[in-house]
């Protein structure tokens, strides 16, 4: 560790001679530096070890605000890497001590690397989530006297709404299972993630489907214009198209399991210096 710093990786490639675009740039505000190794290559910058230690990096852990800013950047790095090389993405917060430790981590996953370089080379990965509308938009009107038959239109009002509601998420429900077929016959694999909250993504409406797809990148038009084919034009349900991104779903295998991945095992950095994600991890000083 030099003056306080640690050293984040980012993502881990072949070495490679192409320029990475003029304005990329990691979280220390330069140009990611590279290390190369054996046939291997990280992407890493410099962080102080204020707040990526252990015990700084999991108080931060519970700060929204910090992990998206950080993740924004990890993000943009692994993209402009992916314009040059194959990149395959580190956990976010994967943090090594110094240089060594970094060639330590890309040695002890270097089998794995190369395979999930091998597997993903010439692929992305575009994302599609389906969503429920569910709210239903009320007239604001004065509040009349309460009768039976005003109570009796409350109510009426009330059980419109509930079926509308209802009515979204079967369209939402029913277009979730159509649509995942039909993108996993279009794409090398399809992964499933856990519906994403409102309150933490800003979408509106209630995530019904969540998926990653893998899709060779000359095949990408093909596939965008699968999932707009089948984009409903009602009201009700909204789909939404992310992507192309690294394959961040794909690095464990094919289906994104845990098997084979290059930062999946819980050996991978835990003898370099920190391999740090949410729920794990250990500076060398805390244990051998």
């Known amino acids: 560790m030099i003056d306080g710093q640690l050293l984040y990786v980012y993502a881990v490639t072949r070495p490679f001679t192409a320029a990475l675009p003029s304005d990329v740039r990691a979280l220390d505000g330069e140009p990611p530096a590279l290390i190369e190794h ?3 290559c990280a992407a890493v910058s410099r962080v102080p070890a204020a707040h990526f230690d252990a015990a700084p990096l999991r108080a931060h852990l519970e700060d929204l605000d910090w992990l998206a800013g950080v993740a924004r950047n990890h993000q943009a790095v692994v993209s402009a890497l992916a314009t040059v090389s194959c990149a395959v993405p580190l956990r976010l917060a994967t943090v090594c001590r110094d240089e060594d430790g970094v060639r330590r981590l890309l040695d002890s996953g270097s089998a794995r690397f190369e ?11 575009w994302g599609v989530k389906v969503y429920a509308d569910s709210t239903v938009p009320e007239r604001v009107e004065p509040a009349p006297e309460v009768t039976a038959a005003t109570g009796r239109e409350y109510l ?3 059980l419109g709404q509930r079926q509308t509601r209802d009515r979204s998420w079967q369209r939402a429900g029913a277009l979730s299972r159509a649509l995942h ?3 996993c016959e279009r794409a090398e694999a ?3 993630h856990p519906p994403q909250s409102g309150r933490l993504s800003g979408a509106s ?7 990653a797809y893998l899709v060779p990148r000359d095949h990408s038009d093909e596939f965008v214009a699968a999932v707009r084919d ?3 034009q009602g009201e009700g349900v909204r789909v939404e198209l992310t992507g192309p991104w690294a394959p961040y779903s794909f690095v464990g295998g094919p289906d994104g399991g845990p098997d084979g991945g290059p930062d999946s095992g819980p050996d991978v950095g835990q003898d370099v210096g920190r391999d740090v994600g949410p729920g794990r991890g250990r500076s060398e000083q805390e244990g051998s």
């Open 38 to 40: 054996r046939g291997l």
């Open 115 to 125: 395979s999930a370089i091998e597997r993903l080379d010439g692929r992305v990965e």
């Open 156 to 158: 009426r009002r009330r």
């Open 181 to 183: 077929a039909d993108l």
């Open 190 to 192: 399809g992964r499933l």
């Open 205 to 211: 409406g209630e995530n019904v489907l969540n998926a």
């Open 230 to 232: 089948r984009t409903p």
